[in-house]
């Protein structure tokens, strides 16, 4: 079946330091999305990718979505402890009205 | 502007007792609603969907149950809760598919 998957599972890094989280398809994705789950609280919507090979900035957050849009990678630049958190991609369902989404990324940010 | 509304915030239940979460979406019409589940440390994973009044679509055989009465309320149920139910019970909305989600602030259900 559809798989969408996340490596590292958890990334553990000092402040000022980069990170970056890869998402990974089974199948070719129309789309993708990643959100982000604070310690504690619910995730929330971060960025669409539609197109191949698109790139998005959010401040410190670059989102790339692969040539074959199949892969997707989010880095974060210089992380702060407010960037904390599990990130996660997702991508439309094979069948049906939902979104897959991968297990994530546990970031943790040593200050 | 549209908000979710999830309750309650917590929930500890024996085994065997019923279970009723309720979730309403406000400042918007017609929406996708979905109720996904979160064990402690893991991934999300869709239970229920529902695209319109009535309609329900479940993605893996379960304990559980959903419903949607009116339009912006959606909500999950079980006649029986297992101890294999305790996790986090997140709905959220989307404008339509293939839009981004809105999750409420969910509930954390811990069956004894």
């Known amino acids: 079946g559809q798989q969408v998957m996340q490596i590292p599972q958890y990334q553990h890094v000092q402040e000022g330091e980069d990170f970056t989280t890869y998402c990974n398809s089974s199948t070719t994705l129309s789309n993708i999305q990643w959100y982000k789950q604070r310690p504690g609280g619910h995730p929330v919507f971060l960025i669409q990718l539609v197109k191949s090979g698109e790139v998005k900035k959010q401040k410190r957050l670059t989102f790339q979505f692969g040539e074959a849009k199949k892969n997707s990678s989010l880095h974060i630049t210089a992380t702060q402890t407010t960037d904390v958190g599990t990130y996660f991609c997702a991508g439309p369902a094979d069948y049906g009205q939902n979104f897959v989404f991968g297990p994530g990324t546990r970031l943790s940010v040593l200050p | 502007s549209q908000t979710i509304h999830q309750w309650p915030a917590t929930l500890v239940q024996p085994v065997g007792s019923p279970l009723s979460l309720e979730c309403t979406v406000e400042g918007t019409s017609n929406p996708n609603l979905y109720w996904y589940r979160q064990a402690a440390g893991r991934g999300l994973q869709l239970l229920f969907y529902?695209?319109?009044?009535?309609?329900i679509s479940s993605e893996v055989p379960q304990n559980l149950s959903a419903s949607r009465p009116q339009d912006r309320q959606f909500i999950l149920s079980s006649k029986k809760l297992l101890l294999s139910d305790s996790g986090f019970y997140l709905c959220a909305w989307s404008v339509r598919r293939g839009d981004g989600y809105t999750f409420g602030s969910g509930t954390r259900l811990t069956v004894v």
């Open positions: 529902s695209v319109g009044i009535g309609q």
